[in-house]
T-cell receptor, first 113, second 114 residues
Framework: AQSVSQHNHHVILSEAASLELGCNYSYGGTVNLFWYVQYPGQHLQLLLK??????LVKGIKGFEAEFIKSKFSFNLRKPSVQWSDTAEYFC???????????FGKGTKLSVIP | SAVISQKPSRDICQRGTSLTIQCQVDSQVTMMFWYRQQPGQSLTLIAT?????????ESGFVIDKFPISRPNLTFSTLTVSNMSPEDSSIYLC???????????FGPGTRLLVL
């Protein structure tokens, strides 16, 4: 069975600081990888996804993630965070060709103005 | 993208009672998913609801506890039966995108059982 671990439960940063949120998954086959974000009071929404090709994926709002197959990782990065990035971030994985998503426990990001 | 609404948005219930959560999508979809997010935990898939057939439940979830209806291609309900405080969670429905690559999520129903 697949599993996803997110390294940090709560991250607190000042505006303009750089962000990296860790995500590791366990599954030996071909996977599709996702980062979802939930802003306060809003729906869970897709931030970015990786299916194949360039392992560096760019998403909305300046976020990017790098798939490192040898490390089973898909870390989320942003060079300079803003207060509006305050949200909860979820890493998810699914087996290629299936529809079932397996989520990590989420990382709450608080950005201090 | 699909627009999904859920009712109720939140509720406080007494143990032993049941609550039915509604999920409405603005487009026709074959599959709908129900998830649970317990406090401090990840989203866990409860079941997949296909129109015209019985829902498929994941390990650890049973139909008697979480009966699901799927009367048409835009609507589904999840009932949490005979509730206990351990059922206090956020319940979310989701639908796949057109390419079956990812999912769109509803706003969730926040349930507190006393």
């Amino acid at each position: 069975a697949q599993s996803v671990s997110q390294h940090n439960h709560h991250v607190i940063l000042s505006e303009a600081a750089s962000l990296e949120l860790g995500c590791n998954y366990s599954y030996g086959g071909t996977v599709n990888l996702f980062w979802y974000v939930q802003y306060p009071g809003q729906h869970l929404q897709l931030l970015l996804k990786y299916f194949s090709g360039d392992p560096l994926v760019k998403g909305i709002k300046g976020f990017e993630a790098e798939f490192i197959k040898s490390k089973f990782s898909f870390n989320l990065r942003k060079p300079s965070v803003q207060w509006s990035d305050t949200a909860e971030y979820f890493c998810a994985v699914k087996t290629a060709g299936s529809y079932q998503l397996t989520f990590g426990k989420g990382t709450k990001l608080s950005v201090i103005p | 993208s699909a627009v999904i609404s859920q009712k109720p948005s939140r509720d406080i219930c007494q143990r032993g009672t049941s609550l039915t959560i509604q999920c409405q999508v603005d487009s026709q979809v074959t599959m709908m998913f129900w998830y649970r997010q317990q406090p401090g935990q990840s989203l866990t898939l409860i079941a997949t609801a296909n129109q015209g057939s019985e829902a498929t439940y994941e390990s650890g979830f049973v139909i008697d506890k979480f009966p699901i209806s799927r009367p048409n291609l835009t609507f589904s309900t999840l009932t949490v039966s005979n509730m206990s405080p351990e059922d206090s969670s956020i319940y979310l429905c989701s639908v796949p995108d057109s390419y079956q690559e990812t999912q769109y999520f509803g706003p969730g129903t926040r349930l507190l059982v006393l």
